[in-house]
């Protein structure tokens, strides 16, 4: 059985969840927010063959196993908001790991490219892999 203890770290989860995540409908959101869309980089944490096949409009590639080593193209200044593959995949869970670690705020945009695709939203092809403009 669940004891109130359960119920209050349940609880505490979830808030600390929602802080750091972000489902399709925010993030189109967020991208249309004239008022916000400069104020985050969204970063594909994927190889670059997936980012190239189709990403998130706006998106760089930092490829997660690239991504310490290339801290240094990422603004501090700016919210940043990682993506890989899927609701399973772990690597964009990496790179936040990895910039929190290094003093950044990162956002997962929960269930990758293939949630935002199942939300109908747009993607793009080809593209500067990691180029920030």
């Not at 956002?107 to 109908?120: D, H, P, T, V």
């Amino acid at each position: 059985m669940f004891t109130s203890e359960d119920i209050r770290l349940s609880e505490k989860h979830f808030e600390e969840k929602l802080k750091i995540t972000l489902g399709p409908v925010e993030m189109k959101e967020l991208m249309e927010d004239p008022k916000q869309k400069n104020q985050f980089v969204l970063i594909d944490v994927r190889n670059p063959e997936g980012y190239q096949k189709e990403h998130v409009p706006g998106a760089i590639n930092i490829p997660e196993a690239e991504l310490e080593k290339r801290l240094g193209e990422i603004p501090k200044d700016k919210e940043i908001i990682v993506y890989c593959w899927t609701l399973v995949c772990h690597l964009a869970a990496h790179a936040g790991l990895t910039l929190a670690k290094h003093g950044y705020f990162a956002r997962e945009l929960e269930g990758g490219i293939e949630q935002w695709k199942a939300y109908e939203m747009p993607v793009a092809s080809g593209g500067m892999a990691g180029m920030l403009s």
